[in-house]
């Protein structure tokens, strides 16, 4: 005889969504309640723990109709709370089985939360993305590179199968010249948008299916910022800089500061 399954929890748990000092005031979406303990506080709300069970999750995430409404969700309440108070943002489905459980983590880990709401007070996480246009650096950033101008000039006036092969030739080196460009401006916006930020840190790229974009993105960057006017106008001087290139910058946010908060601070 088969044994008879476990039944998941019907009872609420608490979803964490991040965590903020303690008497700050937080603007949150309805149903957010605030739990206090010691210096900080967790800002969460009740959900059935069978949604959240280990044993139906990874079927939940495998639902984009579910984790897209689950994902904003979460992203609407912490950049609620943004807008009123410094936040420490959770992974994304951190949840607590019991009030108890979640008061443990906020007391146990009080001294780094601090620590990190410390770091983050007063700053947001702004984004930066660089994208390419082939075409566009082909025609004016390539040409710079003496070997592509003279072998451009000499194909615009070669003939027949001859032209072919320098057309060829040409398409080569100027993959190779935006190979270069591409890990020289990546290592040049960094170094530049860090000098106006408190800290940054280069992140992988992403693929236009992701961007949405057709031009190839050849810098994503993620920057802990105090004085966005300043970061803003370094920003505006590098995109006028790169702009005959066919580099086009791009700024997103302000968002929570994942990139700026130790990722063990979120686990459940």
């Known amino acids: 005889m088969s044994a008879e399954p476990v039944p998941r929890e019907e009872s609420p748990g608490w979803y964490l969504y991040g965590v903020v000092a303690a008497g700050a005031a937080v603007d949150g979406a309805d149903g957010v309640v605030v739990v206090e303990e010691g210096p900080v506080a967790g800002v969460t709300s009740r959900v059935p723990l069978d949604e959240f069970d280990a044993s139906v999750l990874p079927e939940r995430l495998g639902d984009a109709a579910w984790l897209e409404q689950k994902i904003r969700a979460h992203e609407q309440v912490l950049e609620g709370v943004l807008t009123s108070a410094s936040v420490v943002p959770c992974r ?49 950033g390539a040409v710079r590179n003496e070997t592509i101008r003279e072998l451009a000039e000499h194909a615009s006036r070669a003939e027949g199968g001859r032209a072919y092969l320098e057309m060829r030739r040409l398409e080569q080196l100027v993959t190779e010249e935006l190979m270069r460009f591409k890990d020289e401006v990546a290592a040049h916006l960094h ?24 031009e190839e993105m050849l ?12 970061f803003e106008h370094q920003l505006e001087a590098l995109a006028e800089e790169y702009r005959e290139f066919g580099v086009e910058l791009e700024l997103t946010g302000p968002w929570p500061p994942y990139s700026f908060v130790p990722v063990e601070l979120g686990a459940a």
Request: hydrophobic share 40%; glycine share 8%; with cysteine.
């Open 191 to 214: 170094e530049r948008l860090t000098e106006a930020a408190e800290d940054g840190v280069q992140l992988h790229l992403q693929r236009p299916e992701v961007t949405g974009r057709d």
């Open 219 to 230: 810098f994503n960057g993620a920057y802990l910022v105090a004085d966005r006017p300043r």
């Open 92 to 140: 994304f489905c951190t949840v607590y089985r019991s009030e108890a459980e979640l008061r443990r983590f906020l007391s146990e880990r009080s001294d780094d939360l601090a620590a990190a709401l410390s770091r983050v007070d007063g700053r947001v996480e702004l984004g930066v993305k660089a994208f390419i246009d082939r075409d566009r650096f082909a025609g004016g």
